[in-house]
């Protein structure tokens, strides 16, 4: 059974998805502060965190930046609707992907079990993946660069899979929300360019170029080169 | 009437005082410092005017030497008030009190051994050589009364220049006047277009705020409307904001508590309409945020260049499905990609509500058509026109305000809570663009909606 951490001010809220949940198989564990989710989030006893952005005192992207310095737990963040900036900020921060409040419950069981099936899945190819100084080893969920541990968020990780195993050819945005998200690509859906970018700062440029180049209007490509110099 | 030192009245009485008093000075000293010339006409009689009471003094000189001459000299001045003094052939002052005043005609008197003229003051004077009897020679130097036209001069440029003098000084105080007078008032009814135009931030500014006169209290009073009349809309904005902000609390708690009703099933008819319903307060409550959130804009847009063209095409595409159910037909012209600076997000929103809006009113059957294109230069112009019933001619301005319905229209049948146009019409203002919406024979609407094109950035 899944154990969710789920963080939001709104018991009544927490009450009802903890009933909704545990029919779908889902074990929820519901804190209504900042403080005391963070330390819960951190305690390794769930799979992953519903984060509900509008918190009182530490709010909800504070709570985030702190999980994301110790951990690579999954996190779904809920925002209100229209808050973009908030929504792309969190993003940026390292959660995983987002829902607009007030969400169909239907959703966001969807959303969750999309994320954990990408942690939990063990490698489609178990054999590491190699491209120039980048490797990646499915099987042990773990991402080098120049033989350096690097640390990655789940997302991070699929996406970067995905564009290792199509490395030099462009892979859309379209399958990559699809395959990394679990879900269609909405218009304006701006989360996998977000993930990318924070990917891109984490492998840093290759001789002046960056490794992930963006396809104007289709999709992002890894690329490859020759090992001339 | 109380009167304030600053206030207008005493301010234009002054200042009007002051430029017909300036004009007369400005008269009187070219009057005085003016070059002066004695109409030669006149030479031979002041001449003789001169030489005659030049020839009593140089008598008296010869008589009863300096006192003599000295005492006909002061009674001379005495008598006419003119001043008049009798030198040596070097120019030195024998008779007569404050003889540098000649200093100047002296030398030229002594070398052209004739009558020497020139004005001063508006007075005219002759310097003449007088031979006396022992053989030395003497100069007289003495001021004529001439009368007014000696003083003016009769040439004509002499007139031209102090009647140009007259007209520019006082043209320019009257300019500084009147810039004076109707500058702030000018600024203050552009400050009055900007606020009526929406900017509700707009003031006076400090430089009319700080006066003392009638103009300064209204730039005063301007600012204290302005500024009430900003609180009182944005209280209200913020109103609207809270209340669709707090209603998203309970809405998600019966989005979990319906859905936990029905078991996580589909089927059940009561249910199926409550979550219809609730999916439509959802939408009702996300256009007042994005409203509220427009009319504040209190967060800055990301504006990038658009390709309007197919953000157009998108919004056409996705019509299309919604408008096969209706039974109409979207068509869509565009010519050459046009491109405009914005935020696409918003602008896919307005351009997709009013398009969604147009198939929904079109009678079953027809089409709606979607043109873009450019207009001059500067501008796209984008026009969707459905063949519905239109709108009564006094509600075309009204249908852009939030929840206003066209009376015939408040079917539930028509969907919609009355807020896709005045979304749109929002985000256009904010892009710099406009919405107006025309009835068209035979029958049907046609939204207008202008926007500021973007300069083409080659494309990389």
Same mark, same amino acid.
């Given at each position: 059974?899944?154990?969710?951490? /789920?963080?939001?001010?709104?018991?009544?809220?927490?009450?009802?998805?903890?009933a909704?949940?545990?029919?779908?198989?889902?074990?929820?564990?519901?804190?209504?502060?900042?403080?005391?989710?963070?330390?819960?989030?951190?305690?390794?006893?769930?799979?992953?965190?519903?984060?509900?952005?509008?918190?009182?005192?530490?709010?909800?992207?504070?709570?985030?930046?702190?999980?994301?310095?110790?951990?690579?737990?999954?996190?779904? /963040?809920l925002?209100?609707?229209?808050?973009?900036?908030?929504?792309?900020?969190?993003?940026?921060?390292?959660?995983?992907?987002?829902l607009?409040?007030?969400?169909?419950?239907?959703?966001?069981?969807?959303?969750?079990?999309?994320?954990?099936?990408?942690?939990?899945?063990?490698?489609?190819?178990?054999?590491?993946l190699?491209a120039?100084?980048?490797?990646?080893?499915?099987?042990?969920?773990?991402?080098?660069?120049?033989?350096?541990?690097?640390?990655?968020?789940?997302?991070?990780?699929?996406?970067?899979e995905m564009?290792?195993?199509?490395?030099?050819?462009?892979?859309?945005?379209?399958?990559?929300?699809?395959?990394?998200?679990?879900?269609?690509?909405?218009?304006?859906?701006?989360? /996998?360019?977000?993930?990318?970018?924070?990917?891109?700062?984490?492998?840093?440029?290759?001789?002046?170029?960056?490794?992930?180049?963006?396809?104007?209007?289709?999709?992002?490509?890894l690329?490859?080169?020759?090992?001339?110099? | 009437?109380?009167l304030a030192?600053?206030?207008?009245?005493?301010?234009?009485?002054?200042?009007?005082?002051?430029?017909?008093?300036?004009?007369?000075?400005?008269?009187?000293?070219?009057?005085?410092?003016?070059?002066g010339r004695?109409?030669?006409?006149?030479h031979?009689?002041?001449?003789?005017?001169?030489?005659?009471?030049?020839?009593?003094?140089?008598a008296?000189?010869?008589?009863?030497?300096?006192?003599?001459a000295?005492?006909?000299?002061?009674?001379?001045?005495?008598d006419?008030?003119?001043?008049?003094?009798?030198?040596?052939?070097?120019?030195?002052?024998?008779?007569?009190?404050?003889?540098?005043?000649?200093?100047?005609?002296?030398?030229?008197?002594?070398?052209?051994?004739?009558?020497?003229?020139?004005?001063?003051?508006?007075?005219?004077?002759?310097?003449?050589?007088?031979?006396?009897?022992?053989?030395?020679?003497?100069?007289?130097?003495?001021?004529?009364?001439?009368?007014?036209?000696a003083?003016?001069?009769?040439d004509?440029?002499?007139?031209?220049?102090?009647?140009?003098?007259?007209?520019?000084?006082?043209?320019?105080?009257?300019?500084?006047?009147?810039?004076?007078?109707?500058?702030?008032?000018?600024?203050?009814?552009?400050?009055?277009?900007?606020?009526?135009?929406?900017?509700?931030?707009?003031?006076?500014?400090?430089?009319?705020?700080?006066?003392?006169?009638e103009?300064?209290?209204?730039?005063?009073?301007?600012?204290?409307?302005?500024?009430?009349?900003?609180?009182?809309i944005?209280?209200?904005?913020?109103?609207?904001?809270?209340?669709?902000?707090?209603?998203?609390?309970?809405?998600?708690?019966?989005?979990?508590?319906?859905?936990?009703?029905?078991?996580?099933?589909?089927?059940?008819?009561?249910?199926?309409?409550?979550?219809?319903?609730?999916?439509?307060?959802?939408?009702?409550?996300?256009?007042?945020?994005?409203?509220?959130?427009?009319?504040?804009?209190?967060?800055?847009?990301?504006?990038?260049?658009?390709?309007?063209?197919?953000?157009?095409?998108?919004?056409?595409?996705?019509?299309?499905?919604?408008?096969?159910?209706?039974?109409?037909?979207?068509?869509?012209?565009?010519?050459e990609?046009?491109?405009?600076?914005?935020?696409?997000?918003?602008?896919?929103?307005?351009?997709?509500?009013?398009?969604?809006?147009?198939?929904?009113?079109?009678?079953?059957?027809t089409?709606?058509?979607?043109?873009?294109?450019?207009?001059?230069?500067?501008?796209?112009?984008?026009?969707?026109?459905?063949?519905?019933?239109?709108v009564?001619?006094?509600?075309?301005?009204?249908?852009?305000?939030?929840?206003?319905?066209v009376?015939?229209?408040?079917?539930r049948?028509?969907?919609?809570?009355?807020?896709?146009?005045?979304?749109?019409?929002?985000?256009?203002?904010?892009?710099?663009?406009?919405?107006?919406?025309?009835?068209?024979?035979?029958?049907?609407?046609?939204?207008?909606?202008?926007?500021?094109?973007?300069?083409?950035?080659?494309?990389?």
């Amino acid at each position: 059974m899944d154990r969710v951490l /789920i963080i939001d001010d709104d018991i009544e809220l927490c009450e009802l998805l903890a009933a909704r949940m545990s029919g779908e198989g889902f074990e929820i564990e519901a804190v209504h502060d900042g403080a005391h989710g963070l330390e819960r989030a951190l305690s390794r006893e769930h799979s992953m965190v519903v984060l509900d952005l509008m918190l009182p005192a530490m709010g909800g992207l504070e709570v985030l930046r702190r999980v994301r310095e110790q951990s690579p737990i999954p996190v779904l /963040i809920l925002t209100a609707r229209g808050e973009d900036v908030d929504r792309i900020l969190g993003l940026e921060i390292g959660a995983d992907d987002y829902l607009p409040k007030p969400f169909n419950p239907r959703e966001l069981i969807a959303r969750i079990r999309a994320v954990l099936r990408r942690t939990v899945r063990v490698g489609t190819g178990t054999h590491p993946l190699i491209a120039g100084d980048i490797r990646l080893d499915p099987g042990a969920r773990e991402a080098r660069l120049q033989g350096r541990l690097i640390s990655l968020t789940s997302v991070e990780f699929a996406l970067l899979e995905m564009l290792l195993q199509h490395a030099g050819r462009i892979v859309t945005r379209e399958e990559l929300t699809e395959s990394v998200l679990g879900r269609k690509l909405g218009p304006f859906d701006r989360v /996998i360019d977000v993930h990318v970018s924070n990917i891109r700062k984490k492998l840093g440029v290759s001789q002046g170029v960056e490794r992930i180049k963006a396809i104007r209007g289709s999709g992002y490509l890894l690329v490859v080169r020759a090992e001339t110099k | 009437m109380k009167l304030a030192i600053q206030s207008l009245f005493l301010k234009i009485f002054f200042w009007f005082w002051a430029t017909a008093l300036a004009t007369g000075i400005a008269l009187v000293i070219t009057f005085i410092f003016g070059p002066g010339r004695v109409p030669s006409r006149w030479h031979s009689s002041l001449t003789d005017t001169a030489r005659s009471s030049g020839m009593i003094a140089l008598a008296e000189l010869e008589r009863g030497g300096v006192p003599a001459a000295s005492s006909y000299i002061e009674s001379f001045e005495r008598d006419t008030q003119l001043r008049a003094c009798l030198f040596d052939l070097y120019g030195k002052p024998i008779a007569g009190r404050e003889c540098e005043t000649f200093a100047d005609m002296l030398t030229r008197a002594a070398t052209s051994r004739s009558a020497e003229f020139g004005v001063k003051y508006g007075i005219v004077r002759v310097a003449l050589l007088l031979p006396g009897s022992g053989g030395s020679d003497y100069i007289f130097a003495t001021e004529l009364p001439a009368g007014p036209r000696a003083a003016f001069g009769m040439d004509t440029a002499a007139v031209v220049l102090r009647f140009g003098v007259a007209f520019s000084v006082s043209g320019f105080i009257c300019y500084l006047l009147t810039l004076y007078l109707t500058g702030p008032i000018l600024r203050l009814r552009e400050a009055a277009q900007q606020l009526a135009g929406g900017m509700l931030s707009t003031r006076a500014a400090a430089s009319i705020e700080r006066r003392g006169d009638e103009l300064g209290a209204l730039g005063r009073d301007f600012n204290t409307m302005a500024a009430r009349i900003e609180e009182l809309i944005s209280r209200q904005r913020q109103l609207i904001f809270d209340v669709s902000h707090e209603l998203r609390s309970p809405l998600a708690r019966l989005n979990v508590a319906l859905d936990l009703a029905r078991g996580g099933k589909a089927g059940d008819l009561p249910f199926n309409h409550m979550e219809c319903d609730l999916a439509r307060l959802d939408e009702m409550i996300g256009r007042l945020l994005i409203i509220a959130r427009l009319d504040t804009a209190a967060v800055p847009l990301e504006m990038t260049s658009v390709n309007m063209t197919d953000l157009v095409g998108r919004i056409v595409d996705d019509a299309r499905f919604e408008a096969q159910n209706r039974n109409v037909v979207v068509n869509l012209t565009t010519g050459e990609s046009c491109h405009a600076r914005g935020n696409a997000e918003l602008l896919y929103s307005a351009i997709e509500n009013v398009v969604r809006n147009a198939i929904r009113y079109a009678a079953a059957g027809t089409s709606v058509h979607v043109s873009l294109g450019p207009q001059g230069k500067s501008h796209l112009l984008l026009v969707i026109r459905d063949h519905g019933k239109g709108v009564p001619e006094a509600d075309l301005q009204r249908i852009f305000q939030p929840f206003f319905r066209v009376a015939e229209a408040r079917d539930r049948e028509s969907g919609g809570a009355g807020l896709g146009l005045a979304i749109a019409d929002r985000v256009l203002r904010i892009h710099g663009g406009t919405i107006r919406a025309e009835n068209v024979q035979p029958s049907g609407l046609e939204i207008v909606i202008e926007i500021p094109a973007a300069e083409l950035t080659p494309v990389s």
